[in-house]
């Protein structure tokens, strides 16, 4: 499976985990939290699909959290 395919069946869960996270005021926390969430999601899209993450490497989580919390001053 290529990345693409991957990162559009990952993102109901990702938009769901991350909607409702509570965002620290603090880089590191925010990107501790995003990690263990998106890995979360990573491990209930597995359980519910059988498809695993085809990346090396995980996205980038900085873009990420900004599409959920206003970024840090």
């Given amino acids: 499976m290529n ?3 991957y990162d559009n069946m ?3 869960y990702v938009d769901e985990s991350f ?3 509570d965002w620290p005021d603090s880089f590191t926390g925010r990107l501790l ?3 263990k969430t998106y890995r979360e999601c990573v491990g209930r899209l597995e359980a519910e699909t059988g498809h695993t ?3 090396r490497v995980g996205p ?3 873009k ?3 599409n959920y919390a206003v970024p840090l001053d």
């Fill in 3 to 5: 990345e693409d395919h």
């Fill in 10 to 12: 990952i993102q109901p």
């Fill in 19 to 21: 909607s409702r996270v």
């Fill in 33 to 35: 939290l995003a990690t």
């Fill in 53 to 55: 993450n085809p990346r």
């Fill in 60 to 62: 980038d989580m900085l």
């Fill in 64 to 66: 990420l959290i900004h």
